[in-house]
């Protein structure tokens, strides 16, 4: 009986309490020494992760191509911006959105379309390769289906006096409809066809056709 009140006494005393402690921790201690010295907690020793699949991950996504910027179109207002030098002054005559540059090899563009006024003055400014090399202004005569050329100059707005209407040298002045005016620019000649169809009227083609 006096062991056992010795014993109660020892654990319900502040020593005793404090002494289980301790000892339970130097257990701990101990248990984690161990643990430790197996490598459980050393990362060098721990199994890789493997990494996600393609399949895991989802399809991949891939960024869009860059779009290649827009070509500049045949048919444009020479009197925006783009015109410039003496070509600007020689238009100044002609009403706004009825000036076109046309390139050298350009087919079937519409100069004047169906809700604009046929009777105006208009004009085409001609390139070739992306250089100006000349102009033209004329007129649409309805009642005959006619066009009138009022004048044609080269890049520097010297008038240009040898163009012929195709196969009447002598009607140098006067188109019918679909002709093809003969007119040198540069040392080199080009056709330069026009038509009036179904309320438009287009150059139907401006090509070169001796260098």
């Not at 301790?22 to 490598?39: C, D, Q, R, W």
């Not at 015109?83 to 390139?103: D, H, K, T």
Request: net charge positive; with cysteine; charged share 20%.
């Amino acid at each position: 009986m006096n062991n056992m009140s010795d014993k109660k006494s020892f654990w319900s005393s502040t020593q005793g309490i404090l002494t289980g402690i301790a000892t339970v921790i130097t257990a701990i201690i101990g248990l984690l020494s161990i643990v430790y010295s197996f490598g459980v907690f050393d990362r060098k020793h721990a199994r890789p992760i493997p990494a996600a699949t393609s399949a895991s991950r989802g399809p991949a996504v891939t960024a869009p191509s860059a779009q290649p910027a827009n070509q500049p179109s045949t048919l444009m207002d020479a009197q925006s911006p783009g015109a410039q030098g003496c070509l600007a002054a020689y238009f100044s005559n002609v009403p706004n959105g009825r000036v076109r540059i046309l390139e050298e090899g350009s087919r079937d563009v519409v100069l004047i379309g169906r809700d604009q006024n046929k009777e105006e003055a208009i004009g085409v400014e001609f390139t070739d390769s992306g250089q100006p090399i000349g102009a033209l202004v004329f007129r649409f005569v309805s009642d005959g289906k006619i066009f009138k050329v009022i004048s044609i100059v080269d890049d520097s707005c010297n008038t240009v006096k040898e163009s012929t209407p195709e196969g009447r040298p002598r009607e140098q002045r006067t188109l019918r409809n679909w002709d093809a005016l003969q007119v040198p620019f540069g040392g080199r000649r080009y056709d330069f066809r026009l038509g009036f169809t179904e309320g438009t009227i287009s150059a139907a083609s401006f090509v070169r056709t001796a260098p």
